[in-house]
Nanobody
């Protein structure tokens, strides 16, 4: 089993910055993707950023939603099974609960594990 815990959310003014952290524990061997999603009130959960194994599994490739490109940066410390999301130039529309998703894959199916989420509120 894998446990996923997010931290770092809070209240920030528009134009400010926050860094979210996500730590996976338990049976974390075989981490394949490390992602951030968000869900605003009344809206569906949406993709924010992802790191996916590439280069034969040695490195990670990143992808971002268009709405956060150039403002958010996803990074990892795979040795510690952690992934961060540096968020700059925050806008009120970035207000949401942010969720971390880890997938595990070991020569078979890919299994997803989600955290409970952390609230980010951006005031105008």
């Amino acid at each position: 089993q894998v446990q996923v815990v997010e931290s770092g959310g809070g209240l920030v003014q528009a134009g400010g910055s926050l860094t979210l952290s996500c730590a996976a524990s338990g049976r974390t061997f075989g981490i394949y993707t490390m992602s951030w999603f968000r869900q605003a009130p009344g809206k569906e959960r949406e993709f924010v950023a992802e790191l996916r194994r590439s280069g034969g599994g040695v490195t990670f490739a990143s992808t971002y939603a268009d709405s956060v490109k150039g403002r958010f940066t996803i990074s990892e410390n795979i040795a510690k099974s952690t992934v961060n999301l540096q968020m700059n130039s925050l806008k009120p529309e970035d207000t949401a609960v942010y969720y971390c998703k880890i997938t595990i894959r070991n020569n078979g199916p890919e299994y997803p594990y989600w955290g409970q989420g952390t609230q980010v509120t951006v005031s105008s």
